[in-house]
């Protein structure tokens, strides 16, 4: 697959273009805000100094703000994926090379039993399941790249607007989030280096032979459970992961949330699902139960698709989804809809042809003497 500049060669001119019209507006928002903090802390001594380096900086911002994004999304794709070692799309070799180390050590068993051992049919299967769901993490890696790249692209064109509003104290947090959320896109890999940690402690469970040392058919069995569960945790995961671990580490560094948290959050729920996945893939067995697997996968990746446009229309600082707040709206005017009609005398016809208004009047003077 192609980079994203010979996808899309003029798009990078288009935005620099953007960029070029609005940097003079933004050397007129910081120009005023230098004005009014001079003005707001004349008798400070140090306040001239202070306004001109921080237009300094806010100006060096402008101009290299693409320049630093850029070498902040290199030095973390290279950390993790040459340092960490991570990568969701390459599940395959890393469940092989976990595979081969706890298997070094077997060596008294002929070659014959490791080739057509009911345990050695199992591993392949799983082998097989981790190549489509190491395509399938390629494929959402390099849709991921190419939104990342979209977007730093149109935040660098529109960053000139946001920088110059940081030097007005009334406008400060509006730049400020704008920057960090930024900051957030550009870090998107560390997501799957945090993701990854996961996906690694549940390869080595799955590779563990602590079940085939007793060499009997009850550890066979619970050997095939621990593959077939940890398949069915993984084809969920992995999936998950990948779209969703790069839009929690952007909500941590915009709104300090734990990325440790909204990440096991989804891991329960997708043990939750691989514990159902698991007892039908073990009763299933076979190809049909390594189809049973791929499938919780693709509805994992519905699920996910599902969180992220929930959290796409989250507010800044609420965390409430836009349907949840016309939600309480809704609820909001029903309650008072509902009080504003308690409060309200009841009205009846002017012949009252069933009674009710004699029996109103009669139960308000009685409630009027106990008084």
């Known amino acids: 697959m192609g980079d994203f500049n010979s996808m899309f060669p003029n798009f990078l001119a288009q935005c620099l273009s953007l960029k070029s019209l609005l940097t003079p507006i933004a050397f007129v928002l910081i120009t005023g805000g230098l004005i009014a903090s001079t003005i707001a802390h004349q008798h400070h001594g140090s306040a001239p100094i202070q306004a001109v380096g921080k237009m300094i900086v806010l100006i060096m911002l402008i101009a290299f703000l693409p320049t630093w994004g850029n070498q902040i999304v290199s030095i973390v794709s290279d950390t993790v994926t040459n340092v960490l070692k991570v990568d969701p799309a390459k599940i395959h070799d890393q469940y092989q090379a976990a595979l081969q180390l706890k298997k070094s050590s077997d060596g008294n068993t002929s070659w014959w039993e490791k080739l057509f051992s009911f345990s050695s049919i199992m591993e392949a299967l799983m082998s097989a399941a981790f190549l489509i769901l190491g395509w399938l993490a390629s494929a959402i890696e390099w849709w991921a790249y190419i939104l990342q790249t979209a977007i730093l692209f149109i935040g660098y064109a529109l960053s000139p607007i946001f920088i110059g509003m940081l030097a007005f104290p009334s406008l400060h947090q509006t730049g400020r989030n704008y920057l960090l959320n930024l900051l957030?896109?550009?870090?998107?890999?560390?997501?799957?280096?945090?993701?990854?940690?996961?996906?690694?402690?549940?390869?080595?469970?799955?590779?563990?032979?602590?079940?085939?040392?007793?060499?009997?058919?009850?550890?066979?069995?619970?050997?095939?459970?621990?593959?077939?569960?940890?398949?069915?945790?993984?084809?969920?995961?992995?999936?998950?992961?990948?779209?969703?671990?790069?839009?929690?580490?952007?909500?941590?560094?915009?709104?300090?949330?734990?990325?440790?948290?909204?990440?096991?959050?989804?891991?329960?729920?997708?043990?939750?699902?691989?514990?159902?996945?698991?007892?039908?893939?073990?009763?299933?067995?076979?190809?049909?139960?390594?189809?049973?697997?791929?499938?919780?996968?693709?509805?994992?990746?519905?699920?996910?698709?599902?969180?992220?446009?929930?959290?796409?229309?989250?507010?800044?600082?609420?965390?409430?989804?836009?349907?949840?707040?016309?939600?309480?709206?809704?609820?909001?005017?029903?309650?008072?809809?509902?009080?504003?009609?308690?409060?309200?005398?009841?009205?009846?016809?002017?012949?009252?042809?069933?009674?009710?208004?004699?029996?109103?009047?009669?139960?308000?003077?009685?409630?009027?003497?106990?008084?």
């Open 184 to 371: 957030g896109i550009m870090i998107w890999p560390l997501g799957w280096g945090v993701a990854g940690l996961i996906t690694q402690g549940m390869i080595d469970f799955m590779t563990d032979q602590s079940f085939l040392s007793s060499s009997s058919a009850s550890g066979t069995a619970l050997y095939s459970l621990q593959n077939l569960m940890g398949l069915a945790f993984l084809g969920i995961w992995i999936i998950f992961s990948t779209i969703a671990a790069p839009i929690i580490i952007q909500r941590a560094i915009a709104t300090g949330n734990s990325v440790g948290s909204d990440l096991f959050k989804g891991g329960f729920l997708s043990g939750r699902a691989a514990a159902t996945t698991g007892a039908t893939t073990l009763a299933d067995g076979g190809v049909t139960g390594i189809k049973s697997a791929i499938a919780a996968g693709a509805m994992a990746t519905a699920a996910a698709t599902e969180s992220l446009a929930t959290s796409s229309m989250n507010e800044g600082y609420g965390g409430s989804s836009l349907l949840g707040s016309l939600a309480q709206m809704n609820s909001r005017a029903r309650e008072q809809g509902d009080k504003s009609a308690q409060d309200r005398p009841p009205s009846f016809p002017p012949d009252d042809p069933a009674g009710d208004k004699t029996v109103s009047g009669l139960l308000d003077k009685s409630r009027n003497s106990d008084a």
